[in-house]
């Protein structure tokens, strides 16, 4: 079997959102809604941990504000999330989080080598469309077979849900596919779905286990900008290129 398609994580993967975009835009949000409620960096570390927004709201009240009422906290919190997402994407609109190192490049070139792409993750459509289109284009959704996100599954990763639901709609075999993860709950739910997984970390996951991965790196690289190979086998290339995904698909696949 060939390869042929790629499907990517976003939150990490693509693009380094969690600090300079999501905890931005929770803390802002905390902030107009005059909650004095504020999130650090370290504690969201922590709630990363927790998949999609709202629960991670509920797991910091349980946690780390258990005295906090509200008649109608599942509004509340429903609330708080609607105007967390509309301030992060107008983060996302004036520029504030730019693609990862290595990933625009990668996917000019699964483009000219007919590869299809995807995507799978647990964020809302609204935030993959205010990331992609800031810093691809307006155009850029097209390069995207199918965008599968976490409002379309009841299941958010580590289940597998998404990238199942994105493999049926694209009508494709999972052993002609490979995933792109930043994460634990990323991998495994990459996993479940029978994907095999290369691995990007970055600042909240370099600690993560990575069991099954292909091979994790610090970044895709470019040719002037070196990855770091974290684990797996060292070969010729120093960037993530379709001949290096070609040379791991034959191994792994």
């Not at 993860?181 to 286990?209: Q, V």
Request: proline fraction near 2%.
């Amino acid at each position: 079997m060939a390869l042929e398609a790629l499907i990517f994580d976003v939150d990490g993967t693509i693009a380094n959102t969690e600090r300079d975009g999501h905890l931005k835009a929770f803390n802002l949000a905390f902030k107009e809604l005059d909650l004095d409620w504020h999130w650090s960096n370290k504690i969201y570390h922590e709630l990363l941990n927790v998949t999609g927004g709202k629960l991670r709201i509920k797991y910091y009240l349980t946690k780390y504000n258990t005295t906090f009422e509200h008649q109608y906290l599942d509004n509340f919190i429903d609330s708080i999330h609607q105007l967390k997402t509309k301030i992060y994407v107008r983060l996302m609109g004036q520029g504030a989080v730019p693609l990862r190192i290595g990933v625009k490049r990668l996917f000019n070139e699964a483009r000219k080598a007919n590869l299809r792409l995807a995507i799978a993750t647990t964020t809302t459509s609204i935030n993959v469309d205010a990331l992609i289109t800031s810093t691809l284009g307006s155009d850029s959704l097209d390069w995207f077979e199918i965008i599968g996100s976490g409002n379309i599954v009841s299941k958010l990763k580590p289940a597998g849900d998404i990238y199942t639901y994105v493999l049926k709609q694209m009508r494709l075999d999972p052993a002609k596919c490979l995933a792109f993860e930043d994460s634990h709950n990323g991998i495994i739910s990459a996993t479940e779905a029978g994907l095999k997984t290369l691995i990007t970390t970055n600042e909240y996951t370099k600690s993560h286990r990575f069991d099954g991965a292909m091979v994790v790196l610090n970044h895709l690289g470019e040719s002037n900008v070196p990855f770091q190979l974290i684990k797996g086998d060292k070969t010729n290339a120093t960037y993530v290129s379709i001949d290096y995904l070609k040379e791991l698909y034959a191994k792994y696949c």
